[in-house]
């Protein structure tokens, strides 16, 4: 069974910085492109980044690029996000997703809140 | 950049009743190379991740119920929801992926 959990999540204040992991299996996940994936409350889900099998290719949402930094460990079977000079409008339930060319496996989300 | 446009961004509906909702891309997801459409359609449920329901414009994935129709080609994308069911109240999300990723607005559909 495939799983995705994210964990990494919390209260930041506004300028600082958050790394989100997401741990995945019951697939060989060093075959796999990923993506983030956030949806701010109450509202649609924005791609964040995406990151190929083997890192080569790496994209990013226009909002997030310069602060945001997607990596992986396939050693650790973990995807990363790096997010830094947080804004109020990061707030968001972030989800970590494989990559087929859509999203086929989503994980559950953390929460991300950046709030002084 | 591209452009995802979904109506209605809410609909009431009957259980028993047919359902359609609109996708519409500002260019074509037709990749000509392969004919194939990079338009993904998902489920979301209050409280729970996004499903993926069809991929490629009308291939559903496994476990789907058949009455999750997705068609069109090109700019515009339906998805028909042959006879609504209780449990399909939910928002749903259309997706390209010919470029970077891009989510429509949704539509919500709710109880009559």
């Known amino acids: 069974e495939v799983q995705l959990v994210e964990s990494g999540g919390g209260l930041v204040q506004p300028g600082r910085s958050l790394k989100l992991s997401c741990v995945a299996s019951?697939?060989?996940?060093?075959?796999?492109?990923m993506n983030w994936i956030r949806q701010a409350p109450g509202k649609g889900l924005e791609w964040v980044a995406y990151i190929s099998s083997g890192s080569s290719y790496i994209y990013y949402a226009e909002t997030v690029k310069g602060r945001f930094t997607i990596s992986r460990d396939n050693a650790k079977n973990t995807l990363y996000l790096q997010m830094t000079s947080l804004r109020s409008e990061d707030t968001a339930l972030y989800y970590c997703a494989r990559a087929t060319g859509s999203s086929d496996y989503w994980g559950q989300g953390v929460m991300v809140t950046v709030s002084s | 950049d591209i452009v995802m446009t979904q109506t209605p961004s809410s609909q009431a509906v009957s259980a028993g009743e047919k359902v359609t909702m609109s996708c519409k891309s500002s260019q074509s997801l037709l990749y000509s190379e392969n004919k194939k459409n990079y338009l993904a359609w998902y489920q979301q449920k209050p409280g729970q991740s996004p499903k993926l329901l069809i991929s490629w414009a009308s291939t559903r994935e496994s476990g789907v119920p058949d009455r999750f129709i997705g068609s069109g080609s090109g700019t515009d994308f339906t998805l028909t929801i042959s006879s609504v069911q209780a449990e399909d109240l939910a928002v749903y999300y259309c997706e390209q992926y010919y470029d970077t990723p891009l989510f429509g607005g949704g539509t919500k559909l709710e109880l009559k």
């Open positions: 019951g697939f060989t996940f060093s075959n796999y492109g």
